[in-house]
């Protein structure tokens, strides 16, 4: 193995300061709630100290939001409402850099991924969803669909610029206005976003962004005076807010776990399947709902690709998410670190061969080893709950029929791989595998144009595509 | 008027393409608009609506697997065996609904020409809801309608034919396979639908028709791990907010009702069609 020297992105161009605000009706405010202390996950250091929503906060959002439809946003031609998510767009793309350090800094994901996924993707939602404002039309859901209302969107801490991008675009691009709660944990790139948002003159109440624990995104979700919930989360935390909203009719789509089987066939180019499983598990350190964390290998080459992935993970580099060389950056936090180790000791209390890269790991911070999790049977927690971690379960099958049902023996549902050089496979496979999204001999690939989300219990409605509009149109 | 005696049909439940009475053994007087007694139906149960969910899921692999084209020329054989059977329908209807012979004609016949409307639309919901996307890299990435599994339809309480195909067609069309929980206090349109269903194409349990007291079933339906989606048409307002709230327990799909029963004759849009559908997206690399 190569020795690298560290090639750290300096954190200087984070911009990071001492302190950040709600942003409410078009201004930056304090919050009535106890403010939060973020937390670099890669040193344990706080990084800033973020004001919180109260009650009376979320009231207020939600009727900044309500006015900014009513008077302005709502009856805005489309075309106009584009040329403000265009420019959200650019400035996305002109302050990358600084968006992408502190994302790193915040979330603890290697400067690598927020450079080169993150950050572009976010803009390119904006993007993509700017041209969709004056051509709703041609959505193909009737002739003038019209927009809810208010949506108050809650988001997750994996990706937590992109998931306020995959949240706010669409909806203002059809014409609503938006409360969004981003997590906990991760806090800043919203509130660089609203920088962004207030610099590209969006009229004040159109996007309010609260920080705050769960308190806060259970308060929005469940207040009056909004049309539309979108979550993104565990599915735990989805059914309760699927169940506190019934009998309200207002519009939800949900974003949730799942446990991804990424299937590989004899017939696979191995090398390249093995760097697909290594991204399809050690992306984001395994904190992604479609992670590919339940790997099918067919027994006749199962040994062998264990052996590769072994080799491979064993040069994934574990550490300083600001350095350029990381391949896998910091835990987000103490409380996931705790859960993923928990569920690893059930892994091998169950049975299950464990080996882990001799990577060597930071002294500081939260960090955790890719695992690898052989001789896995379907029963075990390993194989069936979501770890949201760096944890490969390798599981075996003979027949394709026999990969199907394994891959589809969850109550999840939101994506799957399949890897072999045959064409008539894939497509067969990719017809089987019930899941929102099917990754063929490529995994964890995202776009705009291209729609995502889960069947059955990793939720319902799409983000992304023709598709993704339907969730903020009144159709 | 003859001297004969006619023949009275016994009405029962559908599951897996046979009928079954209750297993419960219970029936219940079924009754014309004026209270005039019609028949007894077989009052399901919780075992009954859980034998067809069984059935319909038994039934999915198959129906949903089967090609655009074979389910729409299996649905428009059902349009020509619902002609056959109009005078029957027509009958039932004015019976039931207590509305006049011209009525039930032509609410009969819009019955029928719903069925053929959605009997055209297997083939074609993948070309108006899917998409291929334009993604920015070397990759082909296509995306799919799919059908989502096992349905649940509470059925149109007031209007039992028109409503019943109007809610039901859009979920087999995509290739749904239902179970269905009859009005309950107009349940012979229903059955009799059955025994069309029966002797055309469509394979048993796709379709499963339970006939009963809707509060006692619906709740064994929104609750059922099974089942994937739930069609809350014919729900009684009461009982919508605490279906709604059995059905997140495995986030299942829940088609809402709004207000009172709406207008069955106004021409649908896709947005029953779209309801039931899942969409998958598919990725591969391009390159030489």
């Known amino acids: ?475 | 008027m003859s001297d004969r005696l006619s023949v009275a049909k016994t009405y029962k439940l559908y599951i897996g393409g046979a009928f079954p009475r209750s297993e419960s053994g219970r029936s219940y007087p079924v009754k014309d608009a004026r209270g005039t007694f019609l028949a007894n139906a077989a009052q399901g149960s919780r075992k009954d609506v859980r034998d067809a969910v069984v059935a319909a899921r038994k039934a999915f692999p198959g129906w949903s697997g089967a090609t655009a084209y074979n389910r729409g020329q299996v649905l428009y054989r059902v349009a020509e065996l619902l002609e056959g059977r109009r005078e029957q329908f027509v009958a039932e209807t004015a019976a039931s609904e207590g509305v006049a012979a011209k009525k039930a004609q032509s609410t009969v016949d819009a019955a029928i020409d719903r069925w053929v409307w959605y009997a055209g639309w297997p083939d074609k919901v993948a070309s108006v809801l899917g998409a291929s996307n334009p993604v920015a890299g070397p990759y082909f990435s296509f995306s799919v309608p799919e059908p989502t599994g096992v349905v649940g339809v509470l059925a149109p309480q007031a209007s039992s034919l028109l409503g019943l195909v109007s809610v039901l067609a859009p979920v087999i069309a995509t290739g749904n396979t239902a179970v269905v929980v009859t009005s309950q206090d107009r349940p012979l349109a229903a059955i009799t639908l059955s025994e069309v269903l029966a002797t055309s194409d469509v394979p048993g349990g796709v379709v499963n028709i339970v006939t009963g007291r809707t509060a006692e079933l619906a709740p064994w339906l929104a609750s059922h791990a099974d089942v994937n989606a739930l069609d809350l048409a014919g729900a009684p307002e009461s009982m919508r907010a605490e279906l709604e709230g059995a059905a997140a327990d495995t986030v299942k799909r829940v088609l809402r009702a709004k207000g009172a029963e709406p207008d069955w004759t106004v021409q649908p849009d896709v947005s029953r069609l779209r309801a039931f559908l899942e969409t998958k997206t598919v990725w591969h690399p391009i390159g030489v």
């Not at chain 1, 519009?251 to 390249?272: I, M, R, Y």
């Not at chain 1, 002294?363 to 955790?368: A, C, L």
């Open chain 1, 1 to 475: 193995m190569w020795e690298y020297a560290p090639a750290p992105e300096s954190r200087d161009i984070a911009n990071l300061k001492p302190s950040y605000r709600m942003f409410v009706d078009g201004e930056f405010v304090e919050g009535a709630g106890e403010p939060l202390k973020t937390v670099n996950p890669a040193t344990e250091e706080v990084l800033a100290e973020v004001s919180t929503a109260g009650r009376e906060d979320v009231d207020a959002a939600v009727k900044a939001a309500r006015r900014a439809y009513d008077r302005v946003w709502g009856r805005m031609p489309g075309a106009e409402r584009a040329k403000y998510i265009y420019r959200i767009a650019r400035m996305i793309a002109e302050r990358a850099r600084e968006l992408a350090v502190l994302e790193s800094l915040d979330n603890g994901k290697p400067i690598k991924e927020s450079r080169d996924v993150d950050v572009p993707t976010a803009s390119a939602h904006f993007f993509y969803h700017a041209g969709w404002a004056d051509k709703l039309a041609y959505a193909g859901l009737g002739p003038d669909p019209r927009p809810l209302g208010v949506a108050g969107q809650v988001i997750p801490w994996n990706f937590p610029l992109l998931m306020a991008a995959w949240k706010i675009a669409p909806a203002l691009a059809c014409g609503n206005t938006v409360v969004l709660k981003p997590a906990e944990t991760t806090p800043l790139t919203a509130l660089v976003l609203a920088e962004i948002i207030q610099q590209a003159e969006l009229p004040p109440g159109v996007v309010n962004i609260l920080p705050g624990a769960g308190d806060v995104g259970a308060e929005l979700v469940s207040h009056n005076g909004i049309d539309k919930v979108a979550f993104t989360g565990s599915t735990e935390v989805g059914k309760l807010i699927q169940r506190s909203l019934a009998g309200r009719g207002r519009k939800l789509t949900l974003e949730l776990g799942g446990k991804a089987a990424n299937v590989v066939f004899d017939d696979a180019p191995l090398d390249q399947a093995v760097e697909g499983i290594v991204n399809g598990i050690f992306f984001n350190q395994g904190h992604v709902c479609c992670a590919g964390s339940r790997l099918l290998v067919q027994e006749s080459v199962a040994d062998e690709v264990v052996e590769k992935l072994h080799a491979r993970i064993s040069t994934l580099r574990v550490g300083d998410p600001l350095d350029k060389n990381t391949d896998v950056g910091a835990i987000n936090s103490g409380e996931q670190l705790a859960r993923i180790t928990s569920l690893v000791e059930a892994g091998e209390q169950e049975g299950a061969e464990k080996w882990v890269s001799p990577c060597p790991l930071p002294e500081k911070g939260f960090y955790f080893a890719p695992t690898v999790f052989s001789g896995v049977s379907q029963a075990m927690r390993i194989a069936r709950e979501e770890i949201f971690g760096p944890v490969l379960s390798v599981l075996t099958f003979r027949t394709p029929d026999e990969a199907v049902a394994k891959a589809n023996n969850t109550p999840y549902g939101l994506s799957a791989g399949i890897w072999t050089d045959k064409g008539s496979r894939i497509l067969w496979m990719a017809d089987k595998l019930r899941a929102g999204v099917v990754w063929a001999n490529t995994f964890n690939r995202f776009d705009p144009t291209a729609p995502f989300g889960g069947y059955q219990e990793s939720g319902f409605g799409r983000e992304g595509g023709r598709a993704g509009l339907e969730a903020y149109l009144d159709v």
